[in-house]
T-cell receptor
Framework: QKEVEQDPGPLSVPEGAIVSLNCTYS??????FMWYRQYSRKGPELLMY????GNKEDGRFTAQVDKSSKYISLFIRDSQPSDSATYLC??????????FGKGMKLTVNP | DTGVSQNPRHKITKRGQNVTFRCDPI?????LYWYRQTLGQGPEFLTY????????KSRLLSDRFSAERPKGSFSTLEIQRTEQGDSAMYLC???????????FGQGTRLTVV
């Protein structure tokens, strides 16, 4: 079993839809959780950063962490075609290396 | 541009040749990381530096790979005797202090033919 599991999709939604992206993990030592967005042939861009459990909101994006279930989510409200990208979850047990999921490819259709 | 800078952006090399990539982190970021990403996969950790000290190396980093960060500023990643399996995107990231908020560069795409 990989430390971080993420459904690679692809996921296709109409513009304006609410998108839900999820990752599960097995390492209970993980306490730092991140979501990155990666456009084709570009480097990952940090979207959301959460420490331990709880919710964090930033504009149309909400990140949730449920440590008891070892489950993290990213919600995108009012999705836009410009949100079309690959979304990667990443997590860390300490302030060192990140462990990434495979990434979910999202397409938002106009 | 004050982000993480990587050069070159693309590199095509023949099998058996040596290649070297450069990463310039965000100014004042003391931690620098190297990751490798293959098609359809998330980035995989290779190694990281705190200032000039290399603190951890992944088992993915074979003897053909070497990384340096002289003077704790830019870093280089060298691959000797390249193999076709080395074809990937090599990503550099940096962070400040003990933060895990790592910021990535645009990557160097290596193709070994």
């Amino acid at each position: 079993q990989k430390e971080v599991e993420q459904d690679p999709g692809p996921l296709s939604v109409p513009e304006g839809a609410i998108v839900s992206l999820n990752c599960t993990y097995s390492n209970s030592a993980f306490q730092y959780f991140m979501w990155y967005r990666q456009y084709s042939r570009k480097g990952p861009e940090l979207l959301m950063y959460t420490y331990s459990s709880g919710n964090k909101e930033d504009g149309r994006f909400t990140a949730q962490v449920d440590k008891s279930s070892k489950y993290i989510s990213l919600f995108i409200r009012d999705s836009q075609p410009s949100d079309s990208a690959t979304y990667l979850c990443a997590m860390s047990a300490s302030s060192e290396k990140l462990v990434f999921g495979k990434g979910m490819k999202l397409t938002v259709n106009p | 541009d004050t982000g993480v800078s990587q050069n070159p952006r693309h590199k095509i090399t023949k099998r058996g040749q040596n290649v070297t990539f450069r990463c310039d982190p965000i100014s004042e970021h003391n931690r620098l990381y190297w990751y490798r990403q293959t098609l359809g996969q998330g980035p995989e950790f290779l190694t990281y530096f705190q200032n000039e000290a290399q603190l951890e190396k992944s088992r993915l980093l074979s003897d053909r790979f070497s990384a340096e960060r002289p003077k704790g500023s830019f870093s280089t990643l060298e691959i000797q005797r390249t193999e076709q399996g080395d074809s990937a995107m090599y990503l550099c990231a940096s962070s400040l202090g003990d933060s895990t908020e790592a910021f990535f560069g645009q990557g160097t795409r290596l193709t070994v033919v």
